[in-house]
C-alpha cells in the first residue's frame, strides 16, 4: 500500500479548511519534526544523564525533569523556523513567549503546549506525550501578542493533537475535518498515514481515574464509580493522560479528573491539555464535559495555567456518567 507521509497529507488536506495559505501547514510539520527530535531523546532517555529530576518547579508546582526543559525547548526552536508562529504558551512556562520573527513573515497562529506530559513516568519506562493547540491571534499581527490571544476557547482552536512515545511513536491530529494518527517509521523518519479517519467506540468497557483518590471524590462521583465496579468495567489508569486518551480513543470508555482536596479545581490544565484533547476527542465522535457539566471546549480560560474537573471519552459513557452527577449531586437547597 502506498506510504501517505505526514507532510503529504498535510499538503494535500491543506484546501480542508479557509486559512489554506500554507501558514497551518508550515506549523504542523514544525510540530512533526520536533515530535521526531523529543521521540529520540525520549527513546534513550535510560542511556543518557537527561534522566532525573533537575529540581525546579513549573507554572503548576509539578517538579520539572531534564526530559521536560528539554522537549519544551526543542518545540520552541522547531516552532520558530517557518516563521509562522507569534508566540507560545506551554505548561513549562510561566508567562507566554513571543517567537523571534523571521524576515518577511507576519505571523497569525500562537500555539500552547504540553511539551511532555506525563514526564513523571520516564524514569519508569512508561510511555509520556507532547499535546498542542494551535490558536488563531486576535490581535494584529503587526502589534505585539496579548495574552488575550492565549485565553480563547478550544472552539477557537484551528487545530490540536497529540504525539506518544509509546510502544510506537504516534501522532495525532485533527483540524476541525476528522482525525488522523501518524505512525513513526523510523526507518525512513516519517510519520506515516497509519489510522485514517479514527472515530471512537460510542461506549466502552473501561473507566480511567486514580482510583486511590475515591474517598475524596464528591458523593456522585464515587456514585458512578461504584456503577463501573457494578457493570464490570475494567479500570485502566496510567498516570499518562495522552496515553489513557489514546487507548480511548480505539476502545472506548471514560477518563475521569474530578476535583480532589488537593486539587479542589481538578488537576489538568485547560489551554494545552483538557482543551486539545477535547477537540481530538470530539472530533473522533466523542465527548468532554467539566463535572460541572459545561462543554470543555465552550471554556475561555482565565489564566494560562487553570485548572479544571475532566470526564472526556465515548459519547454514550459520558452521558451516563453526566446523568450520575445530575441524580446523585447533593442538591443545595
Ligand atoms: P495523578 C501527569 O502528571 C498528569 O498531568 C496527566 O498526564 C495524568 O493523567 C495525571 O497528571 C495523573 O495525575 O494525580 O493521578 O497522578
Redesign the pocket.
Known amino acids: 500500500m502506498k506510504i501517505v507521509t505526514l507532510d503529504e497529507f498535510i499538503i494535500r488536506r491543506q484546501n480542508d479548511f479557509e486559512y489554506a495559505t500554507g501558514e497551518l501547514t508550515a506549523l504542523l510539520r514544525d510540530i512533526g519534526v520536533a515530535a521526531k527530535i523529543v521521540n529520540r531523546e525520549v527513546n534513550k532517555a535510560g542511556l543518557v544523564n537527561i534522566l532525573g529530576m533537575d529540581g525546579s518547579q513549573n507554572a503548576s508546582g509539578?517538579t520539572v525533569q531534564k526530559l521536560d526543559i528539554y522537549a519544551n525547548e526543542k518545540l520552541i526552536e522547531c516552532l520558530s523556523n517557518s516563521g509562522e508562529c507569534a508566540a507560545i504558551a506551554s505548561e513549562e512556562l510561566d508567562k507566554y513567549v513571543e517567537v523571534p520573527r523571521v524576515e518577511g513573515k507576519s505571523p497569525k497562529y500562537i500555539v500552547v503546549f504540553d511539551p511532555l506530559?506525563?514526564?513523571?513516568n520516564i524514569d519508569v519506562n512508561v510511555s509520556v506525550g507532547t499535546i498542542f493547540g494551535i490558536l488563531r491571534r486576535k490581535t494584529d499581527p503587526s502589534v505585539p501578542v496579548s495574552m488575550d490571544d492565549f485565553l480563547q476557547s478550544g472552539a477557537e482552536m484551528v487545530a490540536a493533537g497529540y504525539v506518544l512515545y509509546g510502544t510506537s511513536t504516534i501522532l495525532v491530529y485533527t483540524t476541525g475535518n476528522g482525525v488522523n494518527g501518524f505512525t513513526l517509521d523510523p526507518s525512513i523518519g516519517e510519520f506515516c498515514l497509519s489510522h485514517r479517519d479514527i472515530k471512537m467506540p460510542t461506549s466502552g468497557q473501561f473507566y480511567s481515574v486514580?482510583q486511590g483518590y475515591y474517598l475524596k471524590f464528591d458523593v456522585e462521583m464515587r456514585r458512578y464509580i461504584d456503577h463501573c465496579s457494578d457493570m464490570n468495567y475494567g479500570l485502566r489508569?496510567i498516570?499518562?493522560?495522552?496515553s489513557?486518551i489514546h487507548r480511548i480513543l480505539f476502545q472506548g470508555g471514560i477518563f475521569l479528573?474530578p476535583n480532589t482536596r488537593k486539587y479542589p479545581k481538578g488537576?489538568?490544565r485547560l489551554l494545552y491539555?483538557c482543551a486539545p484533547l477535547s477537540f481530538v476527542v470530539e472530533q473522533a465522535g466523542g465527548r468532554a464535559i467539566t463535572l460541572g457539566r459545561n462543554r470543555i471546549m465552550d471554556l475561555k480560560p482565565k489564566s494560562l495555567h487553570q485548572n479544571v474537573t475532566i470526564a472526556i471519552g465515548s459519547p454514550d459513557t459520558v452521558t451516563e456518567m453526566e446523568e450520575f452527577l445530575e441524580k446523585y449531586a447533593v442538591k443545595l437547597i
Open positions: 509539578d506530559d506525563g514526564s513523571s486514580n489508569y498516570g499518562s493522560m495522552v489513557d479528573y488537576k489538568l491539555e
